[in-house]
């Protein structure tokens, strides 16, 4: 192996072996420009004199079979990453989720570095980036590094604060450690009630829809009614807009399990994935916004005093190095429509207002794969006091995605009120 190979870790190993036929393994930002936004041209020129800032994205997949590798991708050309739309028109906002759906299902080029931003030009004078960005590239806190080192007006600012590394105590009393060990796994690999209404062979095709909501007035209105934090605000607006969904689709439902990653990134890694994750019931037969928002703020308090992400990723990293079949075994079993519906991401985004070459940042969504059995996911990213909900579906299996969108909108808006 060439000695400027990076070999590749277990979960990029883990994140290609899951892409198939039906299943890409990239994520997607889509960065909505103001008026006066930049030509392609300009903005391939600011992207090439960062673009040393950010060296995975010139590395392509290389070695063996046996020992997979990035590889510096000597035949890098910028305009195979940075490129027009296919259509020169401008394109109406109603009209962008549609784009996206299409860009999203498409594959990237493994010959190449895993990434790709598509450029289309708006009706309002703006343009939408649509970026992929393989999974085993970067996970979602990465990904909104590289979009501020290499899109952002300045490089260092509206960076997130980083998070602290979090490390459970581990007891010293072996009783209390198996009690909470038990108490993890009843937490964790507990079955849902009820069967999924997302479970269902996926195909190739995808539906996109997007939400936004006041960042500040959601979290003031999750705090002052249940002591909660932003994430729980945004599981408990999801819990609502699905149970408005599945009345709708489906006449009733009980709790539904929702996977919620967790990142492990702390400050100074450069890791392109660290996460784990907990999973959690949402209350959808609870008709009480602030009664839904007091149950997610308990269940997600068990699970982060618990330290469930932490655990589970021991756990994980302990299986692989003594029984493999044991870890694949668990991995199946996490995979389960029965251990979770699907999955809410949430990633901090830029604090303050952004812009790109004097364009403004109107808008940020993030949108995440789904999975087989696993037909919706969502994705949340925050940017200048404004969360960006981005919902990811196949529309054989979920049909209405627009009015799960106009759910959440219309459930942030019912807490906000409530706080009021």
Known sequence: MSTDAIPLGPEDRAILGLESDTVAGHTCKVVVLGPGAPSLDALRARIADRLELTPALRRRLGGTARDPAWVPDEAFELSDHVVACRSDAPLEDARLPGLV??????????????????????AGGGAALVWRLHHAVADGTTAMRYARLLLWADPQASAPAAAAPSTGDHEADQARRRGHLAAFLHREFARGRGASPFDGRIGTRRAIAFAATPLTELHDAAHALAGATINDGVLAVLAGALRRWVEDQHGSLGDVRAKVPVSLHHEGDDAGNRDSFFTLPLPLN??????????VSAATAARKAGHDAEELDEIHRELAGVSPRMEAFCEQLERSPRRFALSVSNVPGPRSAVSVLGAPVDQLYSIAEIGERHALRVAVVSCAGTLGFGFCADPAIVAGLDSLAAGAEAEAAALIAAQR
Do not use: N, Q
């Not at 759906?101 to 598509?118: H, M, S, T, V």
């Not at 609870?286 to 149950?295: G, I």
């Open 286 to 295: 609870e008709p009480d916004p602030v009664a839904r928002l007091h149950a």
């Open 101 to 122: 759906a299409e860009l999203f299902a498409e594959r990237l080029d493994r010959a190449r570095p895993l990434w790709r931003i598509d450029v289309a030009p708006l």
